[in-house]
């Protein structure tokens, strides 16, 4: 596994032209609807603000402020909120227009980063296990473990990771539309390096997801 910054790319989220012998099988990208939902939390912010408006404009006339008096005493809060939002959207955009995964038939790379642009170059040899995240539109996360230990920065690999998980950091695919047919190709692609490197300890396998409130969730790759 390498950790490398980028500036130049031959080829579009890779840092140098495939070798001979290594063939792309997937590229893709995170959406910016489910980024700047489930990321950056845009549509919880905004309803939140949304309530905060509300009350402060129900006390307002309550008080016995008249409509316009109201209205623009409150036009300094609509303002804030609407940068805000703005602002998480943006961030959103910018995380979504930088990170690219590639898939091939050796490797997965991760190309991410605004401020400092980063690859992450994962052998599918190292790859214990991987986890989905389905929601309910059909987009959703792999979480990727690995079978060797490796140091990983959560803040640098933020928010291509497990949320909250910091010991190990756990790398993931986010925000995938149609994760279910990238998570069939992972498990594939696996599945073909074990039979070519005949290791008979390592198994691939691709199981439904048990429903969860917050999504499905589901064992697509596992050693064993």
């Known amino acids: 596994m390498s950790v490398a910054e980028h500036e ?9 032209y495939l070798p001979e012998g ?19 939390h845009v549509r919880s912010v905004a309803i939140y603000i949304g309530v905060l408006l509300a009350a402060h404009l129900g006390v307002q006339w309550y ?28 961030l959103a955009w910018a995380y979504t227009r930088s990170t690219v995964y590639t898939l091939t038939n050796k490797r997965l790379v991760l190309r991410f980063g605004v401020a400092i642009p980063m690859m992450v170059n994962l052998p599918l040899q190292i790859l214990g296990s991987a986890d989905l995240r389905r929601y309910g539109d059909g987009s959703g996360d792999i979480m990727l473990t690995l079978a060797q230990k490796k140091k990983l920065s959560y803040s640098l690999l933020w928010p291509n990771i497990k949320p909250w998980q910091f010991k190990p950091v756990v790398p993931a695919l986010r925000c995938l539309p149609a994760v279910d047919d990238v998570a069939a190709t992972l498990a594939h692609a696996v599945g073909e390096i074990d ?5 008979t300890s390592s198994t691939v396998r ?4 048990n429903e969860r409130d917050h999504g499905n969730r589901g064992q697509l790759v596992g050693a064993s």
Do not use: Q
């Open 206 to 209: 691709v199981a439904r997801a």
């Open 22 to 40: 290594e063939h792309l099988i997937w590229r893709g990208e995170p959406d910016f609807r489910v980024m700047a939902r489930r990321v950056f």
């Open 8 to 16: 130049d790319e031959p080829v579009r989220g890779l840092p140098d």
């Open 195 to 199: 039979e070519a490197t005949d290791e």
């Open 63 to 90: 008080n016995g402020g008249d409509l316009v008096s109201v209205a623009l005493g409150s036009s300094w809060m609509l303002g804030l909120g609407a940068v805000a939002v703005g602002i998480l959207a943006l």
